[in-house]
């Protein structure tokens, strides 16, 4: 079984690395950068980290094109999350809806195979871990491993590779 120790590491955005908002019953992303806020078992996670390991975030952010968010809070969300996570290597973020049918938008894979074209990485040394059904979608289409942050939300999510928090992955208590 892949673990933490997999070189090249994808995080999700919301949900992984800060809280979801809950709007009307929805999962959603924060809308502005007062809404932003880490998660307790990110900053936990990202206190174990090695060094020798590369984080990427690939996020969709549809906000964006739905004028629901403005993208000056979106950049000042990515800077505080790389100035403050400096193991990140780069944050790379979809800001199409769906009718838009673009190739980055998870579940389609186009982020991460840009990611790793870009950087010369090899497949099957990279791990995409997600809170959404999309977020595996994406990783079984790339071609790479994934894990299921599972959460109150996502329960009904059919895997058999869900992990109950991120630093879980530093021990064999998964």
Do not use: W
């Not at 590491?9 to 809280?19: M, T």
């Not at 999962?27 to 390991?53: A, W």
């Not at 939300?153 to 109950?164: P, Q, R």
């Amino acid at each position: 079984m892949t673990s933490i120790n997999s070189k090249n590491i994808f995080l999700d955005r919301d949900g992984v690395i800060n809280e979801v908002i809950i709007r009307d019953g929805v999962i959603s992303s924060p809308r502005s950068f007062n809404q932003f806020k880490y998660r307790e078992d990110f900053l936990e996670f990202r206190n174990k980290i090695i060094s020798n390991q590369n984080f990427f975030v690939v996020t969709n952010q549809p906000d964006i094109s739905r004028k629901l968010l403005r993208k000056e809070d979106l950049e000042k969300m990515h800077h505080k999350i790389q100035t403050e996570n400096t193991f990140i290597t780069e944050i790379v973020a979809c800001i199409h809806d769906d009718h838009q049918k673009c190739n980055c938008r998870k579940p389609k894979p186009g982020m991460i195979h840009s990611l790793i074209k870009k950087h010369n990485l090899d497949y099957s040394s990279c791990l995409l871990i997600g809170d959404s059904i999309k977020d595996i979608q994406a990783a079984k289409s790339a071609g790479i491993d994934y894990y299921l942050l599972e959460t109150e939300y996502n329960s009904h999510v059919k895997t058999d590779k869900k992990i109950k928090s991120l630093a879980s992955l530093f021990s064999n208590a998964q």
